[in-house]
Structure formats: structure tokens, C-alpha cells
């Protein structure tokens, strides 16, 4: 067989259908948290811990990391570790109060901040398109939390939670933009996920939740569906396409949850509700593509970036 001859048709396919099923796994996240029968961020401690020792696994397969373990690196680690974990649990928490369209949205609203982060951290004014992008999100924002308003301050309440969590989200990502090139992705992500496991237990049973499920399914189709699936579909098709495809390929993520949300609990969108969602998922787009074409933007792990979501 000629090894520089084209793949076969069937194989074409397999990148694709990786994006997209990684984004329908994903998606049905905040799904799945509703169905849990433990609380809200106890569903994220059952995220992680199952997902834990398979991700271990995923980081043994990368061998010895590049450099030693320093106790600089090890704390980065760690508070890396803490922010994800306070972002699952602000977005968990946020789901149980919005819509889940609106929750899958705001929860990824991790790209736009990160692009203004580095307007700070790179001392410049944004582009024509990182404009674009600002003021389409903050047009939607303003939409979407508009309309919860209307509905009830719970539902406001669960926006702001999920645009917490997209703020959690992007200190997480900006603390360990530099740590990923010693340690390797799946080792950075296990490491990390095992520093977020105790924070997680810890707050549940702060606030009171139950932890110990009745049910499993709910929590066992979490762990595997978001953190193993979403996230090792994303990282193998993100090798095979550019940041737009990738970035428009995330607005099926607030859609599948829109649809889970109607057919599961009955919400509804209005039309105006449709053009606030659209014009944040535009945002996430332009900021996507604008933060993977800058020579000067910071380095952030695939692994990471492709998230619950995108987490």
C-alpha cells in the first residue's frame, strides 16, 4: 500500500464526525446535571472522580514529562485545579436556575474573555473583528439576560452563575497556558482534575447537598460523556480543522441544549431569544478564530480549551 496515498473515503469522515459528536456529548451536560439527583456541584465531584482514573491512564500513555515536577509548577497545578473546579461548580449551580440554551452560551463565554484578557495582557486595542466580537457579546448578553429578567431572578441568577463560571474558566486556562509544555496535555488535565476533585466534595457538603447518588446513571453518563468523550473527540479533531470550523462548530453545543431543554423541560425560545443566542455565539466564534490567528496570543492547551463545553 502506498503510504502517501490519499486515506480512504470512510476515513475523511472520522474527523468530522469526532467534532460532532464531541459537541452533542458535551452538550448534554446540562442535561444530565438536571437529571442528577445529588446536588448540583456534587454532580461535578462525580464528573471528575470517575473520570479520574481514566484519565490517569490517558497520562501514563504519554510518558515521563518533559521537565521535573518543581514545587512552582506543582502549585500553578493546583490552582488551576481550584478554578476548574469553582467553575463546574458556578456553572452547575447556574444550570438548575436557566435555561439550558442559555447555560451552554454563557458557560463558554470563556473564548471572549480570554481575547479581552490579552488586549491587557498585550497592551492594545482590539482589531475591527475583536471589536466585532466584544460588542456582539455583549449585544447578546444584554438580550439574554434581559429576557431572564422578565421571566424571574432565578433565572437572571443562573445566567450570572454561568457567566461566572466562564470567568472561572478562562483564570484556569490563562494559569496553566505555560505549564502544558512540560507536563503534556492528558497529564496536566488529570493532575488538574485530581486538584478540583476536593474542592468540589468539599463545597457540596458546605452548602449542604446531598453526594452519595441514588441513581448512577445520571452521574456516571456525566463523567463519561464530558469529560472523557466531549473532551477526547474535541482534542482529535481539533488537529484536523481550523480554528473557524472548530468555532462554528461549538454553536451545535447551545443548540442541542436548547432542544434538550424543550423536549425534556419544556422551554421555550422567542424570537429574540434566538437573535441574543445568536449574536453570542458569534462572538465565541470571532473570538475563537481571532485568539488561534494572533502571532502574539498566549499558548493554550487544545486539551483544555475544548473543555465541558468547548467546556
Same mark, same amino acid.
Given at each position: ?44 465531584? %462525580? ?5 479520574? *482514573?481514566? @484519565? /490517569?491512564?490517558? $497520562?501514563?500513555?504519554? !510518558?515521563? &514529562?518533559?521537565? +521535573? ?121 488529570? %493532575? ?5 476533585? *476536593?474542592? @468540589? /466534595?468539599?463545597? $457540596?457538603?458546605?452548602? !449542604?447537598? &446531598?453526594?452519595? +447518588? ?98
Amino acid at each position: 500500500m502506498n503510504p502517501s496515498a490519499p486515506p480512504a473515503p470512510r476515513h475523511r469522515f472520522l474527523p468530522l464526525a469526532a467534532l460532532l459528536i464531541g459537541n452533542a456529548a458535551l452538550a448534554l451536560g446540562p442535561w444530565l446535571v438536571r437529571l442528577a439527583d445529588t446536588g448540583p456541584v456534587s454532580a461535578g465531584f %462525580w464528573r471528575l472522580t470517575l473520570a479520574l *482514573p481514566f @484519565l /490517569l491512564l490517558l $497520562a501514563r500513555r504519554e !510518558g515521563p &514529562p518533559a521537565v +521535573p515536577m518543581t514545587r512552582a509548577m506543582m502549585l500553578t497545578v493546583i490552582a488551576g485545579g481550584v478554578f476548574f473546579a469553582l467553575d463546574l461548580a458556578a456553572w452547575h449551580v447556574g444550570i438548575g436556575y436557566t435555561r439550558l440554551g442559555n447555560a451552554a452560551l454563557f458557560g463558554n463565554s470563556g473564548s471572549v474573555i480570554l481575547m479581552i484578557w490579552g488586549f491587557i495582557a498585550w497592551r492594545r486595542w482590539p482589531r475591527p473583528k475583536e471589536g466585532l466580537a466584544i460588542f456582539a457579546a455583549l449585544t447578546g448578553a444584554a438580550i439574554l439576560l434581559g429576557r431572564s429578567f422578565e421571566v424571574s431572578a432565578q433565572t437572571l441568577q443562573g445566567d450570572l452563575f454561568c457567566l461566572l463560571a466562564g470567568l472561572f474558566y478562562a483564570g484556569y486556562l490563562i494559569i496553566l497556558k505555560d505549564a502544558r509544555r512540560g507536563l503534556g496535555s492528558w497529564r496536566l488535565l488529570s %493532575w488538574a482534575t485530581a486538584a478540583g476533585v *476536593p474542592v @468540589l /466534595l468539599a463545597a $457540596a457538603l458546605l452548602a !449542604g447537598e &446531598p453526594v452519595w +447518588p441514588q441513581s448512577w446513571g445520571p452521574v456516571v453518563a456525566l463523567a463519561f460523556s464530558s469529560q472523557l468523550v466531549g473532551q477526547g473527540l474535541l482534542v482529535y479533531a481539533m488537529r484536523h480543522f481550523t480554528p473557524l470550523a472548530i468555532g462554528l462548530a461549538l454553536l451545535s453545543q447551545p443548540a442541542i441544549a436548547a432542544l434538550a431543554g424543550w423536549l425534556a423541560f419544556g422551554e421555550t425560545l422567542g424570537a429574540i431569544d434566538v437573535a441574543g443566542m445568536l449574536l453570542l455565539g458569534m462572538a465565541l466564534v470571532i473570538a475563537r478564530v481571532a485568539r488561534e490567528s494572533t502571532p502574539a496570543a498566549p499558548a493554550v492547551n487544545p486539551v483544555l480549551t475544548s473543555g465541558r463545553r468547548d467546556e
